[in-house]
């Protein structure tokens, strides 16, 4: 029987666990309950937040992030709904206490000193998610009232331990909800060419397995197109028509004369279908291309292609363009070829290697390298008739991507099912013994052969495996060497490395800039607020330069508080509002621990005929240290002040 004297006890031994049993770094109230924070809700897209009532069950990509929030926090939840401008104007007031999906881009005008966004974003806006209204194709954050900023700061701990160990979070979070195309129904264009039109004529390529073939036996397209032809015309309500050709050179003339209406699968290099007059539909498949040569070969004179693939040839010429490309008809000719000698390498596809190893060929004589640059496949039609690639993007914002997943899995391993042709090509020993004694044994010779193909399966499927393992370890091997591990650009020598590539290999019309950066003051960063906040304005920076130099350039980080940047392309303006907007966005980002702006001073060069790095390097650095003496927090061309030095 319990006293009362007895449940005194209990109750004071149970008060003094709750107090040391409540988790470190939770805010809590008054009371020792977890704090209440309030979340401006709107739901303008659904696939965002969505729930619009205390009733309604909850969803989305925003409601998601908070819950693993409160994971790291203890907080409890209150919603106050309605649209995104109400409840902007409600976190100004303090009326709400966050809202999610705030542009870093954003500006408050004269409210900058009611709100806060936080270093860490949540996600990225893009032309493939839902528009949301307060981001405008830039990096997303959390804002939070002024009001709180003790939930401020505990808000940013916990994005920081989330970026920790869940640092693919936002990639996740995006392809769960918004993985899928937008599909927004046929316009008037699109119907009234559907209408007039019984069928849609796609080409393929004969031969190109596991993308398109056709069956000899059925006569009809196989492959991975075959597939997804059949899971668009099942959306559009129109019929597919698969025309073969045996070379790519064939099916884009057959495009370019109007015999069909669209080819796949094609190339999408943006910069080469705009100057063949061509339009795509976006990204359909995404492969990588293998390197296969002779073991302890190096270089790359002659490089073998296949005459079916609609990318190994420009792929070269684009990546590797001083070598002689000799083109084959089929993938065993290229191999036989590198085999004898008569070519250096062979470039493939990775989906169509992988095709042919389960073919039960061998290729353990030859290495294998997997090449750094990934293509894309898609659609693609001549633009004056660009109507057809808009309706098959329609059609494909309807496809589920498990649709194309399995296409791709039910159609890169061939099955080991031979035509006795076949088999003679593949085990021409074990056929002559058959013949010898076919007609003594054929039980035994039939029992072997089952035995061995089951063996060799499981020998291509290890092998398979090695293969994987090594290009893995291989990979994270390079992302070490190749990059700075505190902000995620380029290392110093894999910069050189870069740039010295690019020089030699750059198109005429380019225009070259080495941009040379530091920033102001960062010793007495370091002094004054510590080397952590001093690693926050340095990985700040590195967001900041592998998101705006990620289309026209590459950047790298030279040590300590210097960085670099390399420009190409043909707009020098283009160039020149890159830099600006570096400068701007750093100094225009919000540190918690200090009211300065960050600032930098950058010298910049163009490079010329016969630079090499280095000598590019020497001419920024005099503009830098003019940037530097002058004053700080601006941008010099070594062209302009050469005659101020």
């Not at 902007?88 to 900058?112: H, N």
């Not at 607020?529 to 304005?537: E, I, R």
């Not at 592998?546 to 040590?559: C, D, L, M, P």
């Not at 630079?611 to 940037?627: G, H, M, N, V």
Request: aromatic fraction near 10%; charged fraction near 30%; glycine fraction near 6%.
């Amino acid at each position: 029987m319990i006293t009362k004297q007895k449940l005194c006890i209990l109750s004071a031994v149970l008060c003094m666990a709750g107090v040391f049993l409540q988790p470190s770094g939770m805010i809590t109230d008054k009371a020792g309950a977890a704090a209440a924070v309030t979340i401006g809700y709107y739901n303008d897209v659904p696939e965002f937040q969505s729930g619009a009532s205390d009733d309604e069950r909850k969803s989305g990509y925003a409601y998601e992030y908070c819950q693993i929030l409160s994971g790291y926090t203890g907080w409890s939840y209150e919603y106050k709904y309605g649209t995104f401008d109400e409840m902007l104007a409600a976190l100004k007031k303090g009326d709400v206490d966050l809202v999610a999906g705030i542009s870093g881009s954003f500006d408050p005008g004269s409210d900058a000193g009611r709100i806060r966004l936080t270093p860490y974003r949540i996600g990225t806006e893009n032309s493939t998610v839902a528009d949301l209204p307060g981001a405008d194709n830039d990096n997303y954050f959390i804002a939070v009232s002024a009001d709180r900023p003790e939930l401020f700061s505990a808000l940013l701990e916990a994005q920081k331990q989330i970026n920790e160990k869940e640092p693919a979070l936002c990639e996740r979070l995006t392809q769960k909800y918004f993985g899928k195309r937008k599909s927004t129904g046929y316009s008037q264009a699109e119907k009234k060419w559907l209408g007039s039109h019984s069928t849609i004529l796609i080409g393929y390529l004969d031969d190109y397995m596991p993308y398109s073939d056709k069956t000899e036996k059925k006569n009809e397209a196989d492959g991975i197109m075959a597939d997804l032809f059949n899971s668009l015309a099942k959306v559009s309500g129109k019929s597919i028509s698969a025309v073969k050709y045996t070379t790519y050179t064939d099916l884009y003339d057959a495009l370019e004369n109007g015999k069909i209406d669209a080819m796949f699968p094609a190339y999408r290099d943006l910069w080469r279908l705009e100057r063949e007059n061509t339009v795509s539909t976006g990204a359909v498949l995404t492969d990588r291309m293998e390197l296969i040569t002779a073991k302890g070969v190096t270089e790359h004179k002659k490089t073998a292609v296949m005459a079916t693939s609609p990318v190994e040839a420009m792929y070269i010429y684009d990546n590797y363009p001083d070598t002689e490309i000799i083109h084959f008809s089929n993938f065993d000719e290229c191999i036989r070829a590198i085999r004898k000698g008569a070519a250096d390498s062979f470039i493939v596809e990775e989906n169509v290697l992988n095709y042919w190893l389960s073919d039960g060929n061998d290729l353990s004589d030859l290495d294998i390298t997997e090449l750094e640059n990934a293509i894309e496949f898609c659609f693609a039609s001549k633009k004056d008739n660009y109507i057809v690639c808009r309706i098959l993007e329609t059609a494909l914002a309807s496809v589920d991507q498990s649709e194309i997943d399995s296409a791709v899995k039910n159609n890169l391993h061939r099955e080991n099912t031979f035509t006795f042709s076949e088999f003679f090509r593949h085990n021409i020993s074990k056929v002559i013994i058959l013949a010898f004694i076919a007609l003594m044994a054929a039980g035994l010779i039939i029992f072997r052969h089952r035995r061995t193909l089951r063996r060799k399966q499981n020998e291509i499927e290890d092998a398979h495996q090695e293969i994987k393992k090594s290009k893995q370890e291989t990979t994270k091997y390079r992302q070490k060497v190749e990059h700075d591990h505190l902000t995620g650009v380029f290392s110093r020598a894999y910069f050189l490395e870069m740039a010295e590539k690019k020089i030699k290999g750059h198109r005429p019309n380019d225009t070259l800039q080495i941009v040379m950066m530091d920033i102001d003051n960062f010793k007495s960063v370091n002094d004054t607020y510590g080397h952590d906040n001093g690693d926050v304005v340095l990985r700040r920076l590195g967001e900041i330069l592998k998101e705006i130099s990620r289309v026209n350039g590459f950047a790298g980080r030279f040590g300590g508080e210097e960085f670099f940047i390399f420009l190409y392309g043909e707009d020098p303006e283009i160039q020149k509002h890159i830099i600006e907007k570096v400068c701007r966005k750093l100094k225009e980002t919000d540190f918690d621990f200090t009211d300065r702006h960050i600032t930098m001073s950058v010298g910049v060069t163009k490079i010329n005929d016969g630079d090499t790095p280095e000598d590019c390097i020497e001419r920024a650095d005099k503009a830098l240290y003019y940037s530097k003496n002058h004053g700080k927090d601006q941008v010099n061309w070594y062209e302009d002040i050469i005659d101020k030095l």
